[in-house]
Each structure stands twice: as structure tokens, then as C-alpha cells.
């Protein structure tokens, strides 16, 4: 019988780690559901929770990707706000919900690109430059909404219908959430960008040897989670019926 090697118990420790957070959520359940079962233990709770969960569920995704490829993204939830902020400005509102989505979506891909940019191509430690984009995003973000909260008009009701209309029983942001996640899951697991965002994340050095351009595809890693964080600008504008730096 051969001797459990290092990797072998690393391997194991991870799995009790993982078992360690499914017992807590477990746990959390339990006392939920033994101190306030009228309130916890129902169906609309669960929903509610979904929805709330959508939001920062559709930022993980892309937090994912950025961090099985190496880096780390502080700067999401400043993102997300600069991205909600500038979709509810009334100059982007008096051109209807559809340009605010896509003025969402572009404005968190734009920041998420030039962080890629910063760690990428400017050789910037992705700590360092993600702290200073959540600086400089939340700054910006309190600039254009002279630190006020932005409403969304009733004109745009579009994006309000994400978060009220539901389809057996759930809001249309929780489907949303789902389909962000399915995709994620696809790219990462079944195709070439997914294995090869596993080797930079694993080793750069290897992988650049291998033929991938590295710094190229740590551009597109963190593109991808300002994505996730222009997606969860809309989807927080369709829950709360504003855009805010906070």
C-alpha cells in the first residue's frame, strides 16, 4: 500500500474544507427553520432570498474566472455601482431602458478591460490595480450622482419587470442569474478558453510556453467580470428601482 503523498492530503484538506462550509449552511438552516419556521421554512422566503442572491451570484461568476486564472478583482461591487449610476442618469434614461442595459453592460466591460489593461500590459500587481479601480470607480460613481440616489423612471419599466414579473413562481432576474451561470459554467468546463484559463491560473510560464498569450487572455479574464458586473448593475436596478454609488 503506497503512502498518501503531499498532493493526496492537500487534495483531502480541501474536500473537509468544502464539507466544512456545506455543514455551516446546513446548520444555518436548521436553526433557521427551528427558531422562526413560520417565517423561514416558506415559499416566498426562498424566493426572496434567490433574488437577493441573483445579484452578487452573477459578479461570482466572473469572480470566478478571475480567479481560477491567477488573479483577484476588488473593484466589482465599485463597478457594479459606477455601472448602475451612469445607466440612471436621466441623459441615459431619456433614451429608454433598452440604451440603459447596454450602457450597464459597456460601462462594467470597459472598467473590467482596463484593468486587464493595468495588470496585463502595465505589468500592475492585480491587488494594487483593482484597489485603486474600486477607488476611482466609487469616486466617480458619487461624482455623476452628486452622492445621491438615482431613481429609476417609470418610462424604464422594463428593467422594473425583471424584478416583478415572475414565470412559475420566480422573478425573471433569478432565470437571469441562472443562464449567466449555465454559460459560465459551459465556457469554463467545455471549452478551450475554460482549460486555458485553468493553465495561466495554474502556471503562466507553462502556459505561455504552451503558446497561449498569457497576458492577452488575463485581458479577457478580467473583461469578463466587468461583464458580470454591468449584468448585476441591471439586475440590482430591477430589484431596488435605483442606481447608487453605495
Not at 474544507?17 to 456545506?22: A, D, E, F, S, T
Not at 502595465?122 to 490595480?129: H, K, S
Not at 455623476?144 to 420566480?170: A, E, F, Y
Not at 492577452?216 to 479574464?221: A, G, I, Q, S, W
Request: charged residues 10%.
Amino acid at each position: 500500500m503506497k503512502a498518501a503523498g503531499p498532493g493526496g492530503r492537500l487534495g483531502r484538506l480541501g474536500e473537509v474544507r468544502h464539507l466544512g462550509l456545506v455543514a455551516a449552511l446546513v446548520l444555518l438552516a436548521i436553526v433557521g427553520l427551528v427558531t422562526r419556521p413560520e417565517n423561514f421554512a416558506t415559499s416566498s422566503n426562498l424566493v426572496s432570498i434567490l433574488a437577493l442572491a441573483s445579484t452578487i451570484g452573477v459578479i461570482t461568476v466572473g469572480m470566478t474566472f478571475v480567479i481560477i486564472g491567477g488573479g483577484i478583482d476588488l473593484s466589482v461591487g465599485a463597478l457594479m455601482a459606477l455601472a448602475s449610476v451612469w445607466a440612471t442618469t436621466l441623459a441615459t434614461q431619456a433614451y429608454g431602458p433598452v440604451v440603459m442595459i447596454v450602457c450597464a453592460v459597456l460601462v462594467g466591460t470597459g472598467a473590467g478591460l482596463l484593468n486587464g489593461i493595468l495588470i496585463s500590459y502595465g505589468r500592475m500587481v492585480p491587488f494594487i490595480a483593482t484597489l485603486a479601480m474600486m477607488v476611482a470607480g466609487r469616486g466617480l460613481a458619487q461624482r455623476m450622482s452628486n452622492q445621491r440616489t438615482q431613481l429609476v423612471q417609470p418610462d424604464n419599466s422594463l428593467i422594473v419587470d425583471l424584478s416583478t414579473t415572475r414565470v412559475l413562481g420566480l422573478p425573471l432576474l433569478v432565470y437571469v442569474f441562472a443562464l449567466v451561470v449555465l454559460i459560465g459554467w459551459l465556457v469554463l468546463n467545455r471549452t478551450t478558453f475554460g482549460r486555458r484559463t485553468y493553465a495561466v491560473g495554474g502556471n503562466p510560464e507553462a502556459a505561455r510556453l504552451a503558446g497561449i498569450d498569457v497576458r492577452k487572455h488575463t485581458l479577457m479574464l478580467y473583461a469578463l467580470s466587468g461583464l458580470c458586473c454591468g449584468i448585476a448593475a441591471v439586475l440590482i436596478m430591477a430589484r431596488t428601482t435605483t442606481g447608487s454609488s453605495t
